[in-house]
Nanobody
Framework: QVHLVESGGGLVQAGGSLRLSCAAS????????MGWFCQTPGKERQFVAA????????YYADSVKGRFTISRDNAKNTVYLQMNSLKPEDTAVYYC??????????????????WGQGTQVTVSS
């Protein structure tokens, strides 16, 4: 069983930055593709960014391209989401997810096997 714990969320003004972290335990992190998703009340969980097992391939939602950067440190079993130039519409709960059966990233939440509990990001205008 893989356990994921997100941290780094908080309240920030528009234009500011945050770095989210997701620490993994209980599995073989270095072989998993990882993703970040976000969700606001009453809406579906949406894809934000994903990274392959090695970090050699990444993919972003159009809404965050050029502002957010996903990265990973397999030695620390941690995946990161650097969020720059934040906008009020980025306000959401952010979840990290592990794709345990495949090493390549995916954009569909149904392709991920394990989820963290989420961390709230609030961007004020």
């Amino acid at each position: 069983q893989v356990h994921l714990v997100e941290s780094g969320g908080g309240l920030v003004q528009a234009g500011g930055s945050l770095r989210l972290s997701c620490a993994a335990s209980g599995g073989t992190f270095s072989s998993y593709a990882m993703g970040w998703f976000c969700q606001t009340p009453g809406k579906e969980r949406q894809f934000v960014a994903a990274i392959s097992w090695s970090g050699g391939s990444t993919y972003y939602a159009d809404s965050v391209k050029g502002r957010f950067t996903i990265s990973r440190d397999n030695a620390k079993n941690t995946v990161y989401l650097q969020m720059n130039s934040l906008k009020p519409e980025d306000t959401a709960v952010y979840y990290c997810a592990a794709r345990a059966r495949f090493r390549t990233w995916a954009t569909s939440k149904e392709m991920y096997d394990y989820w963290g509990q989420g961390t709230q990001v609030t961007v004020s205008s």
